[in-house]
């Protein structure tokens, strides 16, 4: 995805470029009094044998809204954020402290946004739900700087990666104005060769965490009770993983739900 995102937020007084990030507006709900301060929600993705007492919704503000059907199968669940994409999302990539050849971070993360835009036409027009920009013009991480960026640093224990929104407080669906995920440097990290998980990778797949990252600009939620474990939004992954580079039905017809099918 080629096209890039250009946002613009207009004050009485004040004119900020946000090239970097999502398209949103604010809502006018105090006209005259400036843009409302941006909320910020962290979806967290835990590794497999830590279990802070198998949390059941994601942690952060508020819930989401699924499917509404009690009934359906695991395979085709999912979870609202309430948030999503309101045009091309600009994003850049630091590879630094993953311990994997930056060309090859990069091509592993950029096929895990393309998953989403594969299964969807939203944005085609601007280059579809992501484009990749390359390198942050500005240090990378979980700092609401009007940069989308995709980085790794050091987290808690237990954690493999943290994806942060920030939006203006409005009725949903709300519009992200920027995202970053952050990679867990406590973690050793590779890619898998063959995509055969455990038989030929002992760490944490980039490309395996990274869709289900993804996921989360998308405007999805984490899943974490067992049952949706084959889906990409199951908020639990262990090293060898694999099986999330692709998505299931459930995912689909999440993201299909907020910007419709191909």
Avoid: C
């Avoid at 835990?46 to 007492?53: E, K, N, Q, S, V």
């Avoid at 203006?168 to 952050?182: A, L």
């Avoid at 990252?213 to 009770?225: F, M, Q, R, S, T």
């Amino acid at each position: 995805m080629k096209k890039v995102l250009l946002a613009v937020l207009v004050t009485a007084t004040l004119l900020v470029s946000l090239t970097a990030t999502v398209s949103a507006a604010p809502p006018d709900d105090n006209p005259g009094k400036g843009p409302p301060e941006l909320e910020r929600v962290d979806f967290i993705h835990y590794a497999a044998d830590f279990a802070p007492g198998k949390p059941t919704g994601t942690p952060g503000k508020g819930p989401g809204g699924g499917n509404g059907d009690k009934d359906e199968a695991p395979i085709d669940h999912y979870k609202l954020s309430k948030l999503m994409l309101t045009d091309t999302a600009k994003y850049y990539i630091d590879t630094s402290g993953s311990g994997v050849a930056n060309s090859k971070a990069i091509i592993a993360i950029t096929e895990s946004f393309e998953a989403w835009d594969d299964i969807t036409t939203a944005y085609d027009d601007n280059g579809g739900l992501f484009s990749y920009a390359g390198a942050p013009p500005s240090a990378a991480g979980r700092i609401q700087d009007n940069t989308n960026t995709v980085s790794w640093g050091t987290l808690d224990a237990g954690i493999l990666a943290v994806a942060t929104m920030w939006y203006y407080p409005g009725k949903p669906p709300k519009g992200i104005i920027e995202f970053d995920v952050v990679f867990n440097t406590l973690y050793s990290w590779g890619i898998d060769p063959d995509g055969e998980g455990s038989l030929t990778i002992s760490v944490y797949d980039i490309q395996n965490i990274a869709t289900h990252e993804a996921g989360h600009p998308v405007g999805l939620n984490d899943l974490y009770e067992e049952k949706y474990l084959e889906l990409t939004m199951y908020g639990y992954s262990d090293a060898g993983e694999t099986y999330k580079h692709s998505l299931e039905s459930g995912d689909r017809l999440g993201a299909q739900a907020l910007y419709g099918a191909p």
